[in-house]
């Protein structure tokens, strides 16, 4: 997937491209949360422009939580652990999903609010 990426095509255009789009959408997912890639913000926000990766599989939502467990602890410390054992809970990509507006809460406090409007962006990409 990673070789694949190569700024202009959106994240539906590399998931096409391979042989199952769940599969795709975990290693998409594990890109991002890695750091690997990024999402580029588009210049002219039209539905064509908007790069969203394909829905993951929403059973299994293991990436999910670590990345927001992962990233909450950096950007919080010791305040975040009441919402890591909310996360921790979440069962379904809708589970998750309804603990982001307690996240964008929390993450009001957050010493680099550029880094949390970042992880904001992407769990929402991982859960769409």
């Known amino acids: 997937m990673l070789i694949m990426v190569d700024g202009q095509r959106t994240g539906n255009q590399l998931l096409a491209c391979g042989a199952s789009a769940t599969e795709g959408a975990k290693q998409l997912a594990a890109l991002l949360n890695g750091g690997f890639v990024q999402v580029q913000t588009p210049v002219h926000k039209t539905a064509e422009a908007v790069v969203r990766p394909l829905p993951a599989d929403r059973e299994d939502i293991s990436l999910a ?33 309804q603990k982001i507006g307690k996240l964008r809460a929390a993450l009001r406090a957050a010493p680099d609010p550029k880094k949390a409007k970042q992880f904001l962006v992407k769990l929402a990409m991982v859960l769409d």
Do not use: F, H, P
């Open 65 to 97: 939580k670590s990345y927001t467990i992962r990233t909450l602890q950096e950007l919080l410390g010791s305040q975040a652990d009441g919402l890591i054992v909310e996360v921790e809970q979440a069962q379904t990509a809708a589970d998750l999903r």
